[in-house]
């Protein structure tokens, strides 16, 4: 495949067209131009030959010659011949061979008037045969004036052609120039994001398809911003939580060194503050890895919920024999990644534990298309400036651990093609998750 320019299309394009549009002129211009002069000159023809009528009617009353003389020429050189019923000529003398070929065409007309026209000697004429009661009038006309008009047409058409062609150069190159350019701005806006320069804005004000594909350009540069940006506080917010434990880890491990602490009870300390940041550099690697699959779907199964919510109580309720755990709608099916969503209520049950007083429900409810899954507490409301925060990276409640935790929920729910919404309760706070469920039976 030939690979142009875009300058080259455009040029080659009109040209293209000039070409077509100069062939269809070429083809049917003569033929259209020939018909029109024809047809003007039997409108003409016809036009003398009733303003000669009157003449005739002279002649034939008192059978003088130069009464029919004197009218045999008009305008563009009409001329009129009379041809009585015995054969009498009178009128401007035309060859014979030409002149018996009308009257012969005249005695076989079966109308009152018709048009002719006869070729002789490189010259065409053009006449009409009108039949009256005592003979018959030939008007004729050479093709003298239809040839003459046809060149000056041609020539002006020449030129209308010439001033055509050199407009639409202008336009070409106009129209080059103009789609040129903001292709040529974005490509230079390319360029910069390719060396990560983003924070230069992006806009072309012209109303059309342009436009439009710079507010889509500069959408997407901004979402670069914004992700450039979030990268960015990610690394410094996970550089911060992993440098507390360091720190300690650093600092008690420095005092058994100097004896200003007992090894035993020093290194019970070290072993916490290392589990501790071990846990929090798997919530951090679990976060990236669901960030990174964000485009895979998940593995979907038909599951019961009551069996995966046990699972989740079982593991926590030994820790916390004074909070009581109930599920709700245990029969309940719902289409989920197990694994995943096992860490959806795992992160949702930990977060809950570190607030309720008294009680946690698990619950699951049946929607029209649709399942409802509810982890709900009886602790203290949500302050409303935090809520839209809580599904951050590193947004941590009073009680917060990593802040990572509800931002892993939010995006597990996400690849489900669900949503997670926190309210309020009377009794509580809830998180409420609502995830797609189709009749269909989804493999297991």
Known sequence: MIKWTLTKRIWVSFIMLILIIGLIVGITYPFSLQQALKEDSFDLIKRQQDNFIPYMQ??????DPNSLIQYQHGPRDVGHIFVSTNNIVAG??????????????AESQKVTLKEYQISNSNVTLFYIVRKMTNGYIISYMKDTYTKEMAKKLWMKLFYILIFAIVIALILTAWLTRYLKAPLKALGNQIEEISKLNWKKPF????????????NQFENMRQ???RYDDSQKQFLQRASHEMK?????????????????????????????EAALMEKRVQKLLYYTKVDSLRDERPELKRL???PMAESIIARFSGGHPEISMMIEGQEVEIDVDEEQFSIVLENLVENALRYAKSEITLQAKEKEKAREIVVRNDGVPIPE???????EPFKKGNKGQFGLGLA????????HDGHIEVHNQENGVAFVITLPFKNKQTKS
């Open 58 to 63: 002279d002649y034939l009353d008192d059978e």
């Open 92 to 105: 401007e003398s035309i060859p014979v061979a030409v002149l018996n070929k009308m009257v012969s065409q």
């Open 203 to 214: 806009k072309w004000n012209s109303g059309d398809e342009f436009q439009q594909l710079s």
């Open 223 to 225: 979402n670069l911003v």
């Open 244 to 272: 507390t434990p360091i720190m300690v880890i650093q600092s008690y491990a420095q005092s058994v060194k100097d004896g200003v602490y007992p090894a035993d009870d020093t290194m019970d300390i070290i072993m916490d």
């Open 304 to 306: 019961i919920f009551g």
């Open 385 to 391: 400036e935090e809520k839209n925060q809580l599904f």
């Open 408 to 415: 892993i929920v939010k995006r597990i729910v996400e690849r």
